[in-house]
């Protein structure tokens, strides 16, 4: 079965500095796609970026890229210029083969002005 | 466009009663899947379908929980005898269906429904 692990439950990061949030991630599939999510107190989860497992360059979306080390099996998400809208819980996600999505237990970034 | 609606977005019930949960995917989008999200568990996946294959429904709780999806589109996430522990927010996502290199995708969260049992 695949695991995903984020180890930090919070972390706090000044407006315009960068942060950079950990997962790793267990699995025995070599096709497998990686995902952050954010979800603010609306509770919607919202996709804020994509890698597939196969491609080694990693994903950027403004603002927002990956550090995907594959070997380490790791996916941390850097977050550059922070702005306070990016307050919200963030969830590191897997899918393989069976399409469902498993979710790391999630980390609460708080932006300070 | 229209995003994936869930309905009631909060739902209050004693313990005991059954309940019903909505969820209307985008348009187009032939996968559709529930998790719950709790305190205690996290977020889980609860059930998954595609197109007109047979559910998996690998992740239910238990036989109290059930879900149908009529006509590939609507699907209705029913939960019997509600139970304390059953508190929690269910999520609808649905996505185009795709599998394997370059097709898994992205899945487009609702709102939500909180439920909460008395």
């Known amino acids: 079965a695949q695991t995903v692990t984020q180890s930090q439950p919070e972390m706090s990061v000044q407006e315009a500095e960068t942060v950079t949030l950990s997962c790793t991630y267990d699995?025995?599939?070599?096709?497998?796609?990686l995902f952050w999510y954010k979800q603010p107190p609306s509770r919607q989860m919202i996709l804020v970026i994509r890698?597939?497992?196969?491609?080694?360059q990693n994903a950027t979306e403004n603002r927002f890229s990956v550090n995907f080390q594959k070997a380490a099996k790791s996916f941390s998400l850097k977050i550059s210029d922070s702005q306070l809208g990016d307050a919200a819980m963030y969830f590191c996600?897997?899918?393989?083969?069976?399409?469902?999505?498993?979710f790391g237990k999630g980390i609460t970034l708080s932006v300070r002005p | 466009g229209a995003g994936v609606s869930q309905s009631p977005s909060n739902k209050v019930t004693e313990k005991g009663k059954d309940v019903e949960l909505r969820c209307d995917p985008i348009?187009?989008?032939?996968?559709l899947y529930w998790y719950r999200q709790s305190l205690g568990q996290g977020l889980e996946f609860l059930i998954y379908?595609?197109?007109?294959?047979?559910?998996?429904k690998s992740g239910l709780p238990s036989d109290r929980f059930s879900a149908e999806r009529t006509g590939g589109s609507v699907s209705t996430l029913t939960i019997q005898r509600t139970q304390q522990e059953d508190s929690a927010v269910y999520l609808c996502?649905?996505?185009?269906f795709g599998r394997g290199r370059g097709g898994n995708q992205p899945q487009h969260f609702g709102d939500g429904t909180r439920l909460s049992i008395l």
């Open positions: 379908f595609q197109g007109n294959s047979a559910p998996d």
């Open positions: 699995t025995s599939e070599s096709d497998y796609y």
């Open positions: 996600a897997y899918t393989g083969a069976n399409s469902k999505l498993t």
């Open positions: 996502a649905s996505s185009h």
């Open positions: 348009s187009g989008h032939t996968a």
């Open positions: 890698q597939e497992a196969y491609k080694q």
